[in-house]
C-alpha cells in the first residue's frame, strides 16, 4: 500500500506544489492537485475521462470551463475566513483555464466521469452555509461545497471543507465507508488536505481497521495530505491550533453512507 502522507513541494513551472494520482495513491478514483499560481499566470488542462472540482482555496480568478466563463472568483484570504470557497464544476471530456487576478491557492479535486453528460457548473461559496455539528471538543464547522445530497450535478465527486476548532476532535467518533453495501454503507476512497491556523502547528490523524492490517498515525503539518484507502480516520486538532481540511472522495456510486466503530457508538447517544 502506498504511503498515507505527503507534503508539499516547492512550485513546479506550472505552480503544481502537490500531486496524488490513483496510481500513486494506490487505489481507483480518487486524484487531487494543488497549484499557488501569481497573478498573471495561466494554468490550462483537459479533463479527460475524469470530472474536476476546482476550489479556490485562497485568492481570486477568472476561469473558462468548458468553454463558459466565470469572472473575478474567489477572494477569500485563506480558509479560515468566514465564508465558503467559490468552486467550479468541469465536466469529463472538456478543458478548463485559470487565469488568477492575485495570489492563487487553487486545489483541483478529481474523479472518473462520464464524457458528454454534464455542464460547467459555478457553486458559489455564498450559496454554501456553514453546519456546525457535534459539541464540545467534539464541535466542527462543516461546508458541504458538492455533498451527496446534491444531484444532478457529477458523476462521482464529493467534496466537503471542515473547519476543527483548536482542541477538538473531527470525524469522530471513529466511521469508516469501506465497503460497498449501500444503503448500510459505501466504498469511498477519500483525501485530506490540511491547513493549521497559525500555520506552524501540528495536528494528527489516525487511520486504522478493526483487523489492524492498517494502523497509521500520522504528525499533519499545514499544507499536507493524508490518504484514507480504508479504515477508520479521526483527526485531532491540538490547543491553540485549528484545522481545516478539504475532503474530497469518491468511489463506484455517489452516495456517502458510513459505519461509526462499534466500540465508540456510544457517543452517539
Not at 30 to 42: I, M, N, P
Not at 49 to 62: F, M, N
Not at 215 to 235: A, L, N, Q
Amino acid at each position: 500500500m502506498a504511503d498515507l502522507l505527503a507534503r508539499p513541494s516547492p512550485p513546479d513551472a506550472n505552480g503544481r506544489t502537490l500531486s496524488i494520482t490513483p496510481e500513486s495513491a494506490g487505489w481507483t478514483y480518487v486524484g487531487f492537485d494543488l497549484y499557488r499560481l501569481e497573478a498573471g499566470q495561466t494554468l490550462e488542462r483537459s479533463t479527460g475521462e475524469q470530472e474536476v472540482l476546482l476550489v479556490l482555496i485562497a485568492g481570486s480568478a477568472d476561469i473558462t470551463a468548458a468553454g463558459q466563463s466565470f469572472e473575478n472568483l474567489g477572494g477569500r484570504k485563506g480558509p479560515f475566513d468566514d465564508v465558503s470557497p467559490d468552486s467550479v464544476y468541469v465536466p469529463a471530456g472538456s478543458s478548463y483555464t485559470v487565469m488568477p487576478r492575485t495570489t492563487l491557492e487553487l486545489a483541483v479535486c478529481a474523479a472518473p466521469g462520464k464524457p458528454g453528460t454534464r455542464k460547467p457548473v459555478l457553486i458559489p461559496g455564498a450559496s454554501v452555509p456553514t453546519e456546525t455539528r457535534g459539541e464540545s471538543t467534539n464541535t466542527r464547522h462543516v461546508r458541504n461545497i458538492l455533498p451527496d445530497s446534491v444531484e444532478g450535478i457529477a458523476d462521482s465527486l464529493i467534496v466537503v471543507e471542515v473547519i476543527t476548532p483548536s482542541g477538538c476532535w473531527s470525524s469522530y467518533p471513529p466511521h469508516k465507508h469501506d465497503t460497498d453495501d449501500v444503503p448500510n454503507e459505501s466504498y469511498l476512497e477519500e483525501i485530506y488536505y490540511h491547513r493549521l491556523d497559525p500555520s506552524q502547528g501540528f495536528a494528527f490523524q489516525r487511520v486504522y481497521t478493526d483487523s489492524g492490517d492498517l494502523d497509521e498515525t500520522m504528525t499533519v503539518h499545514d499544507g499536507d495530505v493524508t490518504m484514507v484507502p480504508k479504515g477508520y480516520h479521526p483527526c485531532g486538532a491540538p490547543h491553540g491550533y485549528a484545522l481545516c481540511y478539504l475532503n474530497v472522495m469518491a468511489g463506484p456510486r455517489r452516495v456517502w453512507k458510513f459505519t461509526t466503530q462499534a466500540q465508540h457508538q456510544w457517543l452517539l447517544k
